[in-house]
């Protein structure tokens, strides 16, 4: 504004002095010179009228501008969050207070540094102002929104998490105009979602520990049972020991496929043709299939080669298809069909059976849980592992009354996957 002032007296004298001159100068009669000069006066105040017109105008939007600035300025320093401008070539213009005491340069003059100049002030978050420089260059080179986690010790020796958002600037030529830096502190959520993890963790232990008490208490109690018999009795039943025989294999098989559940096994992954997996399998039940009425229609549209472990697959087709014969006990048909679409070849296995309801199929695949009088329910659960491992998907569909269909995924064979 004073410079507005400045400029109106130095104009005001130059009109005064120069119009004089000028008026002077002409040939004029004197009694219409006193015209003159009132017009000359009058013509000034005009002029001067709209310059300060114009002057009041612009200082009005100029003060609007600055409260609105100020506004904003307060609003940031308020944010208990991390905020910092930063011009095209990383040098800070402004933070808030928030971010001046993360990185204790409450009593520093930021403006016009780097990151890596304001890294000498502050040895301890050393490093972290470097790192802010390869994360700034990786935002400016997406040119879009960029968004991670950034984690760095305090000087009390606490970790801190912020969830950072950097946006790029650019003007209109495409150079770098600046970038906006925003970080908020989710320390406290990490932790929560740590211990929520742990909770989750211990509640699966917990209903796994219940299944599998559940599950060798049953075949635990009939061998106690023959033997406290065998005992009174002081005779031995082949019959019982046969029993007993079958019971304790069965708690074999539940450690067996826990040790699978829990266990990373040796792996013999090579390529192979799928084909072979389930032709070996239909092998395998087909007998049992003309015994139960039970059509297999196999329709292979594909010679897709997967890579796996033959073995480990061929257990995943055994378990699905012999769920399969088991939901058909008077009879059905029993289709398999593979098809390769882009880089993935599909198994579908869809039989005619009784059908599983919605509230027990979502259920289908945790451990223990089952539908059959005998079932352990480990099956699907180690398919599901098995399949997985294989970087493959495994679902499961199922109508009562019309059957049920596992639509099985895995990736065709190009080169290792691992």
């Not at 019971?247 to 074999?252: A, Q």
Request: aromatic share 8%.
């Amino acid at each position: 504004m004073k410079y507005a002032v400045f400029l109106y007296v130095i104009v005001s004298f130059a009109w005064i002095i120069l119009t004089d001159l000028y008026v002077d100068k002409l040939p004029v009669p004197s009694h219409i010179a006193p015209y003159v000069q009132t017009l000359k006066g009058s013509l000034f105040v005009v002029l001067s009228a709209v310059f300060m017109y114009i002057a009041l105008k612009k200082h009005r939007a100029l003060k609007q501008m600055s409260e609105r600035e100020q506004e904003l300025l307060t609003l940031i320093h308020a944010m208990p969050d991390f905020v910092s401008f930063k011009d095209g070539q990383g040098r800070w213009l402004r933070v808030n207070e928030f971010g001046l005491k993360l990185y204790g340069l409450e009593h520093v003059d930021y403006k016009g540094k780097t990151d890596a100049e304001l890294a000498e002030y502050t040895p301890h978050f050393r490093e972290a102002l470097l790192y802010c420089i390869d994360s700034d260059e990786e935002a400016w080179r997406a040119k879009t929104v960029t968004r991670a986690d950034e984690s760095f010790p305090m000087p009390n020796g606490e970790m801190k998490t912020f969830d950072v958002i950097k946006v790029p600037l650019f003007y209109e030529n495409g150079k770098r105009k600046g970038l906006v830096v925003i970080g908020r502190d989710i320390t406290q959520q990490k932790v929560a979602e740590q211990l929520l993890l742990k909770k989750e963790k211990l509640s699966v232990i917990g209903e796994l520990a219940a299944g599998i008490a559940h599950e060798i208490h049953n075949p635990l109690t009939s061998i106690k049972g023959f033997l406290q018999m065998m005992k009174e009795t002081k005779q031995v039943d082949e019959r019982f020991v046969q029993i007993m025989l079958d019971e304790i294999e069965r708690v074999n098989q539940i450690v067996t496929q826990l040790l699978v559940l829990a266990k990373p096994q040796m792996k013999a992954y090579k390529p192979l043709h799928l084909n072979d997996v389930i032709d070996y399998v239909i092998e395998l039940f087909t007998y049992e299939a003309i015994l139960q009425n039970v059509q297999i229609k196999y329709e292979p549209r594909t010679t897709a080669i997967v890579y796996g472990d033959k073995n480990e697959l061929i257990q995943v087709v055994v378990n699905v298809v012999k769920n399969a014969l088991e939901a058909m006990p008077k009879g059905g048909v029993l289709t398999i069909t593979t098809e390769d679409e882009d880089d993935r070849v599909h198994l579908v296995i869809e039989d005619t059976g009784k059908g599983i309801e919605q509230e027990r199929l979502k259920h289908i695949g945790e451990p223990f849980y089952t539908l059959k009088e005998k079932g352990m329910g480990l099956g699907l659960t180690t398919s599901m592992k098995i399949v997985h491992e294989h970087k493959g998907t495994m679902h499961i569909e199922s109508k009562v009354g019309e059957g049920t269909k596992v639509h099985i995924v895995l990736p065709l064979h190009k080169n290792d996957p691992s």
